[in-house]
C-alpha cells in the first residue's frame, strides 16, 4: 500500500534551490522571461491573458457574461499583473500553490518550499485531501499566504538561493508518524482551498507534484558552469607566459646581444 501522505520527490526543497541558482544565469534567465513573455500576451478581444472557448454555439448574452466575469476574476486576483510570475514560477518550479480564500475568492501566493506535505484520501483513489504548509504570514496587500521566517536560515549551512537567502537547508522527509502528526509551525489547509498549478502529466512518480522544465538541462547548465570557470583558471594561470618584457639592448652587437637577453631572462625568472 502506498502512504497516505505525500511529500513528491525525496529532495524537491533542494531542487528548488537548484534552480533559483539556475534562474540566476544570464541565458537561463533569459529563455524563462522569453517563454513567459510569450505565454501571456494580452488577447485583444478581451484585454486579459485567457482564450475563451465554447463547446456550442453561445448566444450574446451568454457571451457578455462570461467575458464580465472572466474580468472580474482578473481584476480581483490582479491577473493582469501577477499572470506573468506565475506562469513563470510554474515552468521554473513544477508548481505553484495558492490559497484560495473561500469568502472573497482572492487566490493568496505560496511559496514552495513551505509546502511540506500533501494527505490523500485512500478511499477516493488518492485524491489530495489536505496541505501541509509551514510560516503561514497572510499579506492582504500582496496577496501572498507565507513569508521568509527564522527557521529559513541556518548558522551552519550558508544561505543560497533567493535575493534574501530565504531557500534553506531541506528539512527530513516525513517518515513514521499518522497523517495527523504536524510540526508546530505548520498549518493544514483543506484541498478544496488550495489551487495547485502543476506541470504533472501523472507520467512521473513526483504525484502530487510537477516536473520543472529546468530540470532536462540541469546537466548542461553545470557543463556550462564549470567550462567558464575552466577558462577563467586557464587565463589566470596563463597570464604570466603571455607578458612581453622588452629588453633595451642599446647599440650591442648581436651576438652580445643575445647573451645580454639571456642573462636578464635568467635573473628574472
Known amino acids: 500500500n502506498l502512504p497516505e501522505v505525500y511529500i513528491g520527490h525525496p529532495n524537491r526543497i533542494e531542487r528548488y534551490n537548484q534552480y533559483e541558482q539556475m534562474d540566476m544565469d544570464s541565458e537561463v534567465n533569459a529563455a524563462l522571461d522569453i517563454l513567459a513573455e510569450f505565454s501571456t500576451q494580452k488577447n485583444q478581444e478581451n484585454n486579459t491573458a485567457f482564450d475563451i472557448h465554447f463547446k456550442d454555439k453561445p448566444t450574446d448574452n451568454e457571451v457578455n457574461i462570461i467575458r464580465d466575469q472572466l474580468k472580474q476574476w482578473v481584476s480581483l486576483n490582479e491577473l493582469n499583473k501577477r499572470v506573468f510570475k506565475m506562469f513563470r514560477n510554474t515552468i521554473k518550479y513544477g508548481d505553484q500553490v495558492f490559497i484560495r480564500d473561500p469568502e472573497n475568492f482572492k487566490l493568496y501566493w505560496t511559496e514552495m518550499s513551505k509546502v511540506t506535505k500533501v494527505i490523500v484520501n485512500e478511499g477516493e483513489g488518492k485524491k489530495p485531501e489536505q496541505y501541509l504548509i509551514k510560516d503561514l504570514n497572510p499579506n492582504f496587500q500582496n ?11 541556518y548558522t551552519n549551512h550558508p544561505q543560497i538561493g533567493g535575493p534574501s537567502g530565504a531557500y534553506a537547508q531541506p528539512n527530513a522527509p516525513f517518515s513514521g508518524g499518522t497523517r495527523f502528526s504536524h510540526q508546530q509551525n505548520e498549518s493544514v489547509i483543506n484541498a478544496e482551498h488550495v489551487v495547485h498549478i502543476s506541470l ?43 607578458r612581453i618584457f622588452y629588453v633595451d639592448v642599446g647599440n650591442m652587437p648581436a651576438h652580445m646581444a643575445m647573451s645580454f637577453v639571456e642573462r636578464v631572462k635568467n635573473e628574472i625568472q
Open 200 to 242: 504533472s502529466e501523472g507520467l512521473d512518480n513526483n504525484y502530487p507534484f510537477g516536473n520543472s522544465i529546468l530540470e532536462s538541462v540541469f546537466k548542461v547548465y553545470k557543463q556550462k558552469e564549470l567550462l567558464e570557470d575552466a577558462i577563467i583558471i586557464y587565463r589566470i594561470q596563463r597570464a604570466p607566459e603571455r
Open 143 to 153: 496577496l501572498t499566504a507565507t513569508a521568509v521566517a527564522t527557521t529559513d536560515t
